[in-house]
């Protein structure tokens, strides 16, 4: 069973526009919520990430946004650049992880 | 920075083979961990260990196997090799403390069996 949904699949922006990647789990026991951005021939390279105390955290461009009454948060890309494209994957931990079927993003010039 | 090492990049095997997939964490991690990727389906567990001689399965264990006989070292074995199991496979490792943990990933294995 999927234990964590993401969406869109796939998402395209134009450069300087906003990215948004949603996620919803099931599993209230995670108390660790990651994303990760791979590119092409590279493993996932943890980008930002989020405990459930906190509703928002910001680093530079990326913001992780944190409803844990809905148990769904979501990654705002802003100022997007061509150099974001990538596929993403949400994911939620306890002691394992679990992720979710990726977005590729690809940000147009 | 955490580095963690998968032995090949590209494997080309037979069906009916058997083939072992090793990986390396040089930063002293209780936690290892397998994941097969395919497109449209994320990264799917296959086994996971907490400490030396300690296994777990994931979500997807049939078919393999794994060996962790000492601490930075991982090893993934499919028994008897299959064409469905022609994927990317990748090893991450974690931090042992409680709770969630960010994981560190090697850049992956792109396994075929022919």
């Known amino acids: 069973q999927q234990q964590v949904k993401q969406s869109p699949q796939s998402l395209i922006v134009q450069k300087g526009g906003i990215s948004i990647i949603n996620c919803a789990y099931e599993n209230t026991a995670f108390d660790y919520f990651p994303w990760y951005q791979q590119f092409p021939g590279k493993g996932p390279a943890l980008l930002i990430a989020?405990?459930?105390?906190?509703s928002e955290k910001k680093e530079g461009r990326f913001t992780i946004s944190f409803n844990k009454s809905a148990k769904q948060f979501s990654l705002h890309i802003m100022d997007s650049q061509p150099g974001d494209s990538a596929t993403y994957f949400c994911?939620?931990?306890?002691?394992?992880?679990?992720f979710g079927a990726g977005t590729r993003l690809t940000v147009k010039p | 920075d955490v580095k963690v090492t998968q032995s090949s990049r590209y494997l080309v095997k037979r069906t009916g083979e058997k083939v072992f997939l090793e990986c390396v964490q040089d930063m002293d991690h209780e936690n290892m961990f397998w994941y097969r990727q395919d497109p449209g389906l994320g990264l799917r567990l296959i086994y996971f260990s907490y400490d030396v001689k300690m296994k777990e399965k994931g979500d997807i264990p049939e078919g393999y196997s794994v060996s962790r006989e000492k601490k930075e070292r991982f090893s993934l074995i499919l028994e008897s090799a299959s064409t469905n199991q022609t994927s990317m496979y990748l090893c991450?490792?974690?931090?042992?403390?409680?709770?969630?943990?960010?994981?560190?990933f090697g850049d992956g294995t792109r396994l075929s069996i022919l």
């Open positions: 989020i405990r459930p105390d906190v």
């Open positions: 991450a490792s974690s931090p042992g403390t409680g709770g969630g943990q960010p994981q560190h």
């Open positions: 994911a939620a931990s306890w002691r394992d992880m679990r």
